[in-house]
Nanobody
Framework: QVQVVESGGGLVQPGGSLRLSCSAS????????WGWYRQAPGKQRELVARIVINGSLDYGDFVKGRFTISRDIRKNTAYLQMNSLEPEDTAVYYC?????????WGQGTQVTVSS
């Protein structure tokens, strides 16, 4: 069984930065891809950033160079560095981990951008 836990959310002022972490645990875990998604109230869940096993990256159009996804393979952890945050970035951010036994979502972490 795979467990996925996000952390690092919180309240930040416009223009500020946050770093989210996503840790995956499980026996003999083989991870094929990490993805960060977000869902704002009344909106559909959308892709923020994704990194696959070969290092290929994908970002949502709204990111515009402000966010960076990375991973530490030894720690089974992925990160989302978010800079120049805007009020429109306010949402619950979810981590999705694609493994050899299927995909698993974390519980989400709230990011609020407000002055």
């Amino acid at each position: 069984q795979v467990q996925v836990v996000e952390s690092g959310g919180g309240l930040v002022q416009p223009g500020g930065s946050l770093r989210l972490s996503c840790s995956a645990s499980g026996r003999s875990l083989a991870i094929y891809a990490w993805g960060w998604y977000r869902q704002a109230p009344g909106k559909q869940r959308e892709l923020v950033a994704r990194i696959v096993i070969n290092g290929s990256l994908d970002y949502g159009d709204f990111v515009k160079g402000r966010f960076t996804i990375s991973r530490d393979i030894r720690k089974n952890t992925a990160y989302l560095q978010m800079n120049s945050l805007e009020p429109e970035d306010t949402a619950v951010y979810y981590c999705n981990v694609n493994t050899h036994i299927g995909a698993k979502w974390g519980q989400g972490t709230q990011v609020t951008v407000s002055s």
